[in-house]
């Protein structure tokens, strides 16, 4: 089966640019995979950041851009903020109805 | 107010059973598939079924497959998840998650706050 990767931690400090990266174990990350990538803060349901690779939900800071960067999906925060230390998921569509989230990046400001 | 709530969650001996809900309101429901999502303590998302808005279409994660049972009832604005033969590895928070599909995206744009479940003797 399939594994999503993504980096288990990162640090950024503030005002900094940190990309967050997902890949696939065997093969290459593709808009068709629909990447979106989510948010979530301990204790508290995931927050929808980035769909569909590189759009913005409603309410996201323009800070937060995603793309493609070689064979992975990215997630960059331009201008790191305290309240960014959170943990980054990224899921991907895999066909046949079945969706596979990432292990998620522990994301550290400091 | 656009808002998920489940229910349903509570502690449960390996091998029972558990259902749990997930009440939708503030959208039109029957107009959204709908998904659970599943977290276990100090682990990363798990996504676990999904099923069509008119239940046509259901899918499950390989790990619950043929023990999970996904349904919905759209008169009622709730989405379900049947848990049987529960493991002490499906202890999780669970989400329902609303699909947002469009021409050229797909993603998860709602989520409830979750219900715990705990599979322990």
């Known amino acids: 089966q399939t594994v999503v990767t993504q980096e288990p931690s990162f640090s950024v400090s503030p005002g900094g640019t940190v990309t967050l990266t997902c890949g696939l174990s065997?093969?290459?990350?593709?808009?068709?995979?629909?990447p979106s990538w989510y948010q979530q803060t301990p204790g508290q349901a995931p927050r929808t950041l980035i769909y569909s690779t590189n759009t913005r939900s409603s309410g996201v800071p323009d800070r937060f851009s995603g793309s493609i960067l070689g064979n992975k999906a990215a997630l960059t925060i331009t201008g790191a903020q305290a309240d960014d230390e959170s943990a980054y998921y990224c899921?991907?569509?895999?066909?046949?109805?079945?969706?596979?989230f990432g292990g998620g990046t522990k994301l550290t400001v400091l | 107010e656009v808002q998920l709530v489940e229910s349903g969650g509570g502690l449960v001996k390996p091998g029972g059973s558990l259902r749990l809900s997930c009440a939708a309101s503030?959208?039109?429901?029957?107009?959204?598939?709908m998904n659970w999502v599943r977290q276990a303590p100090g682990k990363g998302l798990e996504w676990v079924s999904s099923i069509s808005s008119s239940s046509s279409y259901i899918y499950y994660a390989d790990s619950v497959k043929g023990r999970f049972t996904i349904s919905r009832d759209n008169a009622k604005n709730s989405l379900y998840l049947q848990m049987n033969s529960l493991r002490a590895e499906d202890t999780a928070v669970y989400y329902c998650?609303?699909?947002?599909?469009?021409?050229?995206?797909?993603?998860?744009?709602?989520w409830g706050r979750g219900t715990l479940v705990t599979v322990s003797s």
């Open positions: 503030g959208f039109t429901f029957s107009s959204y598939s």
């Open positions: 065997s093969g290459s990350v593709s808009t068709s995979y629909y």
């Open positions: 998650a609303r699909d947002r599909v469009g021409a050229d995206y797909w993603y998860f744009d709602l």
């Open positions: 899921v991907l569509y895999m066909g046949s109805g079945i969706w596979v």
